[in-house]
């Protein structure tokens, strides 16, 4: 065995995201052999006590499609939204269903955006979902689509799944999907093959990847999924790629799929998520000094290195620190609102505790709320 495949027998904590196009009917409605069959596997999986499955699962817009009388996903957030509150309920009363013929409960887990990027709320989503795995519960987790807005979306489940995989420090994800994997072109072309492993993203440079999945009822293509395995190979974590009805033989170690080595080394928790799940609310511009010190030397930003700022924003909000050409250098959770900052601009710490408190002795952005977007 490969040492690919050794490293997903071996793991131990799962996180396994799966696809509207791989739950539903044509319709939009939910398959009910189609989720039997997916937990069939999941249950087997972890059936020995030693791994567990964090699941990760799209379909809930579009099993409310049907029961709505729409024949297709809305294009409007307003019917999005309305389609998901009747979905989610319908798609965790099938799992719930399907893991109980195993004596097996789950625990519905909705995350937004505020979830992963403000610390209280990214330490609370961590202690359910692990609290959920140590009472032998399988957390299915999903985007809360009925309150997030376009602004502050994740947009796919697949970047989801990539950040939940970082959050519960999982070992292993598996994005499951209807193609069995990246191939070098259209895969219903012939003359097309398989990428059985990718080492690093050179590996893929050449390839032209589909942007569309085949049923037309998520939002995640081949783009999303594999923007999700850069993520999460990134964060050190090893990525299979490949269809739901090869999901028992990816969760073997089996050859199938494509596999994403992981690249890099597990960073600060939140911060993976800074970087990837928050949506910046506005801007402030720094000097040449100040963007040495964030970007060389990691330290907090100061308001005497801040030349400017844009957008309208509320302490903990993310912003974006750039530099005097506009270019995105880092990301941060700011302490000031944005009408606040103007005053401080270009000051010292020291002159603005005397003349205004010794609240305006903080940093803009601390160092540990501040990632580096270009190191």
Known sequence: MSGARQSVV??????VKVGSSS???????????????LVDVLAKTRSGGEKEIVLVSSGAIAAGLAPLGLAR????LARQQAAASVGQGLLVARYTASFARYGVRVGQVLLTT????????????YRTLDQLLAMGAVPVVNENDTVATDEIRFGDNDRLAALVAHLVRADLLVLLSDVDGLYDGDPSLPGTSRIDEVRGPEDIAHVSIGSAGKAGVGTGGMVTKVEAARIAAAAGIPVVLTSASHAA???AGRETGTHFHSTGRRSA??????AHASTPQGSLTLDDGAVRAVVERRTSLLPAG???VEGEFSAGDPVELRDT???AVARGLVNYDAKEIPQLLGRSTRDLAKELGPAYEREVVHRDDLVVLHP
């Open 73 to 76: 996903r809305p294009k409007d």
């Open 10 to 15: 071996e793991a131990r904590r799962i996180v």
């Open 249 to 251: 033989d990816a969760l």
């Open 114 to 125: 505020d979830d992963t990027s403000r610390r209280a709320h990214y330490r609370n989503a």
């Open 325 to 327: 050409a506009g270019v």
């Open 306 to 308: 801040i030349a400017g």
């Open 23 to 37: 739950l539903t009917t044509a319709s939009g409605g939910l398959d009910a052999d189609r989720v039997d069959a």
């Open 269 to 274: 928790d939140r911060l993976l998520w800074l």
